[in-house]
């Protein structure tokens, strides 16, 4: 009989001010299954096939609410206003000065405490004839975490039947203000429980050029060429043969943990960015967005310390794959743009695509 797709939702415990969170599970006609809260727009589970039909749960996370509330290290989350970070926690914007939260040494990162993956979203669950998903909606009000306009913010996950997850992303403002959403989530494609680190992972970027940063993670202003550089992607590598390398960017980062300058024919548009394949279990996953940049993150600070799902996080047991404008876009004036303005919308789209790739 064939499966159809559907939607539930449960408790998933409440907040410290007493508002529940609830946790809705979507469910595809393959078999693909993405649980989502409602608290940070996070994703907690996601199992995906492999070649042999075997569904595993491909993400980082926590089976309670609890550890999101404070240890998280934005399992899955969603990221605003601002993903990555602003040097310095300021920025001018039409002769004015701004000050952020400094929540990353002297830097202000991924939109503060709380940015948007900590707050109670509200959603509304959708389906239709071939994919189903939630519409999840937060307002920022002018001056939280110091960022000015009232922002309403719009996020939509819909999973469809072709075991892709697509994500569109909108905003509006009633003032001047940066907007940079974007998603957390750690995937171990050969599956949580089974394969302790992601080094094997054959990784392939479509980016000629990346962002090199400082010793603080911001970047320098410079658009450099990922040719002869541990940073080269362009031909599929694992994650792990050049990640011990020498070079000076690799030890700022503590590895991998840089923005890349996408590939663009036509701005904007829909393109692949990454994909990524697991040899052993066959799982893949395709990464194509609108935005002009991606940051790979090679898990370099997950250190033991975090257990979720039955799984202690080790070093570089989960990557995450951020689609974005550039960090510090705010201060640097040559990258595109991220100021959204009154009566313009912001809109951003990415879709994560879940395949299977033949052993060779
Ligand atoms: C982003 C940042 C990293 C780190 C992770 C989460 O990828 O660039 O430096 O903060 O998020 O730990």
């Given at each position: 009989?064939?499966?159809?797709?559907?939607?539930?939702?449960?408790?998933?415990?409440?907040?410290?001010?007493?508002?529940?969170?609830?946790?809705?599970?979507?469910?595809?006609?393959?078999?693909?299954?993405?649980?989502?809260?409602?608290?940070?727009?996070?994703?907690?589970?996601?199992?995906?096939?492999?070649?042999?039909?075997?569904?595993a749960?491909?993400?980082?996370?926590?089976?309670?609410?609890?550890?999101y509330?404070?240890?998280?290290?934005?399992?899955?989350?969603?990221?605003?206003?601002?993903?990555?970070?602003?040097?310095?926690?300021?920025?001018?914007?039409?002769?004015?000065?701004?000050?952020?939260?400094?929540?990353?040494?002297?830097?202000?990162?991924?939109?503060?405490?709380?940015?948007?993956?900590?707050?109670?979203?509200?959603?509304?669950?959708?389906?239709?004839?071939?994919a189903?998903?939630?519409?999840?909606?937060?307002?920022?009000?002018?001056?939280?975490?110091?960022?000015?306009?009232?922002?309403?913010?719009?996020?939509?996950?819909?999973?469809?039947?072709?075991?892709?997850?697509?994500?569109?992303y909108?905003?509006?403002?009633d003032?001047?203000?940066?907007?940079?959403?974007?998603?957390?989530t750690?995937?171990?494609?050969?599956?949580?429980?089974?394969?302790?680190?992601?080094?094997?992972?054959?990784?392939?970027?479509?980016?000629?050029?990346?962002?090199?940063?400082?010793?603080?993670?911001?970047?320098?202003?410079?658009?450099?060429?990922?040719?002869?550089?541990p940073?080269?992607?362009?031909?599929?590598?694992?994650?792990?043969?050049?990640?011990?390398?020498?070079?000076?960017?690799?030890?700022?980062?503590?590895?991998?943990?840089?923005?890349?300058?996408?590939?663009?024919?036509?701005?904007?548009?829909?393109?692949?960015?990454?994909?990524?394949?697991?040899?052993?279990?066959?799982?893949?996953?395709?990464?194509?967005?609108?935005?002009?940049?991606?940051?790979?993150?090679?898990?370099?600070?997950?250190?033991?310390?975090?257990?979720?799902?039955?799984?202690?996080?080790?070093?570089?047991?989960?990557?995450?794959?951020?689609?974005?404008?550039?960090?510090?876009?705010?201060?640097?004036?040559?990258?595109?743009?991220?100021?959204?303005?009154?009566?313009?919308?912001?809109?951003?789209?990415?879709m994560?695509?879940?395949?299977?790739?033949?052993?060779?």
């Amino acid at each position: 009989m064939k499966q159809i797709s559907s939607i539930t939702q449960e408790n998933f415990g409440h907040l410290p001010d007493g508002r529940g969170v609830s946790l809705y599970t979507l469910n595809n006609a393959q078999g693909m299954q993405i649980k989502i809260s409602d608290f940070g727009g996070i994703i907690t589970e996601l199992y995906a096939p492999d070649r042999e039909e075997q569904f595993a749960d491909i993400c980082l996370g926590f089976e309670h609410l609890a550890p999101y509330l404070d240890v998280s290290p934005y399992f899955g989350a969603l990221i605003g206003p601002y993903g990555n970070r602003i040097a310095h926690g300021t920025f001018e914007l039409d002769g004015q000065t701004y000050s952020l939260p400094q929540n990353n040494g002297a830097h202000h990162l991924h939109g503060g405490e709380p940015g948007f993956h900590r707050v109670l979203w509200g959603v509304e669950p959708f389906r239709n004839a071939t994919a189903c998903g939630l519409t999840l909606r937060y307002s920022r009000v002018h001056g939280a975490q110091g960022y000015p306009g009232n922002l309403e913010v719009k996020v939509t996950y819909e999973l469809n039947d072709a075991n892709e997850l697509h994500v569109h992303y909108f905003a509006t403002t009633d003032q001047a203000t940066p907007v940079n959403l974007t998603q957390h989530t750690y995937f171990n494609l050969g599956g949580i429980h089974t394969t302790p680190d992601i080094l094997g992972h054959q990784l392939m970027l479509n980016a000629d050029r990346y962002t090199p940063v400082d010793v603080g993670l911001i970047p320098t202003g410079e658009l450099a060429p990922v040719a002869g550089t541990p940073f080269d992607f362009r031909q599929t590598q694992s994650i792990g043969a050049r990640i011990a390398d020498h070079h000076q960017q690799l030890q700022f980062g503590q590895a991998y943990d840089h923005n890349y300058v996408l590939n663009k024919n036509e701005e904007q548009r829909l393109s692949l960015a990454a994909r990524v394949n697991e040899p052993v279990s066959g799982r893949v996953l395709e990464l194509w967005t609108e935005e002009p940049g991606l940051q790979l993150y090679s898990g370099n600070f997950l250190d033991g310390s975090l257990h979720g799902k039955g799984v202690t996080y080790q070093r570089r047991s989960g990557f995450c794959l951020e689609p974005q404008h550039f960090p510090d876009s705010p201060n640097q004036s040559h990258f595109p743009n991220v100021i959204l303005r009154p009566g313009d919308e912001y809109h951003s789209h990415t879709m994560y695509r879940f395949l299977i790739q033949d052993a060779s």
